[in-house]
């Protein structure tokens, strides 16, 4: 609870340090194996769904992808691999993880995981359809499916080895409160802050209770960033001199309170559920507070509010930023998250 967002003194060395540096992958434990990464949730994720559905919310196109394999824009938001790429990189897995809807997708594909996210996408319901992508509920369909073709592939008690042995995760929730509690009047008239922010948490245990019940055993849940600090609120809240928006912080905050003692109790009910739960709320302020150069404004554009078919050219040294576009980190910058992340809770599945 508190004690994940007093961390910022601690976790600076840590950020100066890697920021730099980047080693090898994971260790896991002795005897114990992760076989696969799957993945649910929204952009910070997607590996290219969304190309294959009927929605503005796309990134296949140039200067997205840049620093990508052979410079190519694989609906990725990023210049180059997201996190859920860089999780199964880290973890030895392999080194990308493939949308579902890929049309490239091959059998052996699903046995060590697949990415069923989709940008735009969130907890609540309402705004996964306002930008006409894949909801979770969507994506669970999905999954049954992907456990039906592993079934046909290999059996199922080899399916139910790899469901139970597998790492998922799920990472949702910004565009529920930036754009859908913000930016429309569908539910701020309804909840204010803190009965919202259980509505979300309530979807996203359910959510978390459900892949339980398909056989899933380790499970992460991010929480949330500190929204208030993005570069596109900064520019369209954080007045002339764009500072970051502390109402919007203090919302990621009371989330992801909320979220972690739902996990809590999540634990405590299902006996053989390992679900943790991962702050990024602390790393990412300490890349805004202690940049290496940039970190108020994306590479893309101006950095400012470009995102998706906004941004139009990118700049020459994405190696001093921090976020890619206005909302989304660099590909360097997710990896120090992602390697962060997996030193602290990869225990936690074990």
Known sequence: MAMHFLRLKLVVLSFLVRFYVLEAAIKLPKNISIPAVIVFGDSVVDTGNNNNIETIVKVNFPPYGKDFMGGKPTGRFSDGKVPSDLIAEELGIK????????????????????????????????TSNLASVLSLSDQLEMFKDYIKKLEAIIGHEKTSKILSESLYILVAGSNDIINTYFGTPFRKSTYD?????DLLVGYASTFVQELYGLGARRIGVFGLPPLGCLPSQRTLKGGAERKCIDIYNEVSQIFNNKLYDEIESINGRYSMARVTYMDIYTLPLDLIHNPH??????????????VSFLCKNACPDVEDYV???SVHQTEKAYRILVRRILDEYVNYFT
């Open 95 to 126: 080194e990308l993880l493939p949308a579902y809807f890929d049309p490239a997708l091959q059998a052996e594909d699903l046995l060590t995981g697949v990415n069923f996210a989709s940008g735009g996408a969130g907890f609540d319901p309402i």
């Open 193 to 197: 802050v803190s009965s919202y922010n």
């Open 293 to 306: 150069k940039y970190a108020d404004r994306g590479c893309c554009g101006t950095g400012m509010v470009e």
């Open 323 to 325: 976020f890619w576009d």
